[in-house]
């Protein structure tokens, strides 16, 4: 089975600052990472993914996040965040084989950009 | 393109109540469909999930049941609510067959049991 942490429940940051939103993983099998990004009252958006290859994967928005398989953490960043960038971000996992996706989601970082 | 419908939007419903949550998908064949649920504060739990026609996989024993009688369309469905049924309900899709494919998510249902 896999679990996902996410190690701090709210981050408030001032807008141009930069900013990582931290995610550890458990799985005893291999595993692909999402970061996924929900804004008020909506459904869930796709930042970016791990699926193999470089550790560090570029998403949209100017997101990135690097995949530390010693460390078990797929760690969010961005350098300079706005403040449209205040939302809920989740990490996840799902194993890397089984011939279907089934996410298994962290309880969510709540980003509040503050200007 | 691929698109996910999914409603009512919002639904306050009194306890002991059926419900019906309704998700369609257009532009894609044969996807993998999902029913998750987000409580508040908490993250998201999968509840069902169907890689086909009629075949519903349910990942926590619960109030709720799903059903799937076309290839694009899932239903969320209970006989009677509970109070602890209230939470933000997230229909999703991906294509099917390979695992690490993106998961895609429509605009959630609100439901709030009173």
């Known amino acids: 089975a896999q679990s996902v942490t996410q190690l701090d429940s709210q981050v408030p940051v001032f807008e141009e600052a930069p900013v990582e939103l931290r995610c550890n993983y458990s799985s005893s099998v291999s595993v692909y990472l999402f970061w996924y990004v929900q804004y008020p009252n909506q459904g869930l958006q796709l930042l970016l993914k791990y699926l193999s290859g470089s550790t560090l994967v570029k998403g949209i928005n100017g997101f990135e996040a690097e995949f530390n398989k010693s460390q078990t953490s797929f760690h969010l960043r961005k350098p300079s965040v706005h403040i449209s960038d205040t939302a809920e971000y989740f990490c996840a996992v799902t194993p890397a084989s089984g011939g279907y996706n089934k996410l298994i989601f962290g309880a969510g970082t709540r980003l509040a950009v503050h200007p | ?36 649920r987000q409580a508040a504060g908490r993250g998201l739990q999968l509840l069902f999930y169907s890689v086909g026609i ?4 349910s990942e926590v024993p619960q109030n709720l049941s799903a059903s799937r009688p076309q290839d694009r ?35 959630g249902s609100w439901l709030t049991v009173v």
């Open chain 2, 1 to 36: 393109s691929q698109t996910i419908h999914q409603w009512p939007a919002t639904l306050v419903q009194p306890v002991g109540s059926p419900l019906s949550l309704e998700c369609t998908v257009e532009g894609t064949s044969n996807p993998n469909l999902y029913w998750y």
């Open chain 2, 54 to 57: 009629g075949q519903i996989s």
């Open chain 2, 73 to 107: 369309q899932f239903i969320l469905s209970s006989k009677k609510l509970l109070l602890s049924d209230s939470g933000f309900y997230l229909c999703a899709w991906s294509p099917a067959t390979i695992s690490g494919n993106t998961i895609y998510f429509g605009e």
